[in-house]
């Protein structure tokens, strides 16, 4: 047993906690340690202890114990039950003015329950998303924090001490309060899904109608990556392209199957938009694109059936049309974020969270996987009007994607006509077309309603509700 001298505690020592307690160390913060198998308490400790002071604890009651006043405790276990069983362990331990934070992937709605079962206990409870992978939470991650302003007060120099920093700013800020830090960790891995799937989709479009080859394709990403496209997912898809497979000299992309997982955090946001009526569908195509590929009955069902010409073109068309891909990958990109700030706007009026957008795009520049250059850009946009309706709202991005219409045009067609699917891009160009558009045939659909369910509609020449009475041909 140890006298109370950590600044905090981290309970769960599998990867991604046990980097968060050595990045802790390693920062100069003394760091209690305990895991349900105590096996890796000790692994830890004989393994990094040079790197910092870490104090084992055997239980939960050690852990506590160890722990400085106002207690921060860490929790790092298997989001869902695990997370929930661990603070019925600790929550009977801790008193007022206590933290528990909750570092994994939680859904917001968890987070909301117990935050405002634990502020009952006079516990402040911190949903922090917590972004990067285990490099990130070794070396500086994006830590986006929810819970109370009390709690961040205390546990803010803590996170900014250990996180990603871009010029010396920390990337770590107070979300907002309750669940709103992990609602935010959800929509940067929706946002991370469309990105990825529209750089897939490039992918495929500079392969089939380019007809470049995988190492082609990843050079012509690293050109793109040295412009506005400069960002993570950009450079590591050009180190996977150029990757060859070891077993058979093949380019390692042709040996990989093409079905792609998901964790579900996809899931979660698209479920969200759902929820807050809010059109996230670039991100929702990305998922349902997952979903598409590895749906091997289907795919069987549907693999003979025609699809469209592919004519050769020239080299000189070839590279005409890589200009065109990066001008819709960009346009496509700039909506597919829009989306998500969108969502996180809806949500912040939902939930009553005060969210500062310009920060949120500030902290995702570094530490996380959608970290891009063009993130400064929408921070400066936000901060310097926060409540900006949308990106395309600020004149240079509306006057990039002015420039980018045509091509982007241009690539959706060329997609479509050549029966190569592109769901991502064409649904950010569609949002684009719906959003712009003077009159939308949502007339007519109020007008289906009325017919069928008197569902009422509004006029565009006089205010009130109206309804028509149908002579109905049946
Ligand atoms: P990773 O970081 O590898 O993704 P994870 O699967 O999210 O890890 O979480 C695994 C951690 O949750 C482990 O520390 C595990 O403890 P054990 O090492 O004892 O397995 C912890 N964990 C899972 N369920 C738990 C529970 N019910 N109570 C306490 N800790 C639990």
Redesign the pocket.
Known sequence: MSDASAHIGV????????NLARNFARNGFTVAVH???P??TRALVDEFGHEGTFVPAETAKELVAALQRPRRLMV????G??TD??ID?FAPLLEAGDMIIDG??AHFADTRRREAALREQGIHFVGAGVSGG?EGALNGPSIMPGGSAESYAVLGPMFEAISAKVDGEPMSTHVGTDGAGHFVKMVHNGIEYADMQLIAEAYDLLRQVGRYTPAEIADVFRTWNTGRLDSYLIEITAEVLAHTDADTGLPFVDIVADAAGQKGTGRWTVQSALDLGSPATAIAQATFARAASSQEALRTAYRELPGGVSPDLTRSEAARFTAQVEQALYASKVIAYDQGFTMIRDAADEYGWDIDLGAVAGIWRAGCIIRAAFLDRVRAAYAESPALPSLLSQPEFAAEITAAQVPWRETVASATRRGIPVPALSAALAHYDTLRAGRLPAALLQGQRDYFGAHTYRRTDRPGSFHTHWAKAD
Not at 76 to 79: D, K, T, Y
């Open positions: 309970t769960g020592l599998a990867v991604m906690g046990r895991n349900r198998t096996a890796r790092m276990v298997q989001a039950e695990a069983a661990v362990e994994g992937n285990e």
